[in-house]
């Protein structure tokens, strides 16, 4: 899990993700895709409903740093309410991408697959060791239609 760190950092940006196994598809997909995060902090939220809590932090101890994240569809109200408490305009889940924060319309991992395709999915779940957390075992075509990634399912 990451936490923010007492004072400013080097970090360009921030982004706020539900859990840790989020932390490392997002972290995992970033290589696979050749994205540079090297200025880029990953924060484990510990469940979105620490947002606020999060935001918070880092509005006083990280000013600076540019702040981001991902929410699933069904808990982008956590978001905004979070947001209007610090200062933001969002008003709706759709208000969200505007304020950095992409909301992904099923879950992430859906998102993971749509972005790298079964296989490139399949390969990052197994590198991060998160096909063994899977409450049922992950074939190729359970992967493809997404029947096993719930939002529960990688954490």
């Given at each position: 899990m990451s936490h923010p760190p007492a004072g400013p950092t080097a970090y360009g940006a921030v982004v706020l993700l539900e859990g840790a196994s989020d932390v490392a598809a997002v972290r995992a997909a970033a290589r696979v895709m050749g994205v540079d995060d090297a200025h880029v902090r990953y924060v484990d939220l510990r469940g979105i409903t620490n947002i606020r809590a999060h935001l918070d932090r880092l509005t006083?101890?990280?000013?600076?740093s540019e702040v981001l994240g991902m929410c699933d569809a069904q808990e982008?109200?956590?978001?905004?309410?979070?947001?209007?408490?610090?200062?933001?305009?969002?008003?709706?889940a759709d208000d969200l991408?505007?304020?950095g924060f992409f909301v992904c319309q099923?879950?992430?991992?859906e998102e993971l697959i749509r972005a790298l395709g079964v296989d490139r999915a399949v390969g990052v779940l197994r590198e991060e060791g998160l096909l063994d957390k899977q409450p049922v075992p992950l074939t190729r075509t359970s992967?493809?239609?997404?029947?096993?990634?719930?939002?529960?399912?990688?954490?």
């Open positions: 006083r101890e990280d000013p600076d982008a109200h956590f978001v905004v309410r979070a947001l209007i408490a610090n200062g933001g305009w969002a008003r709706a991408p505007a304020s099923a879950d992430l991992e992967v493809s239609r997404g029947s096993c990634l719930g939002v529960r399912g990688w954490g």
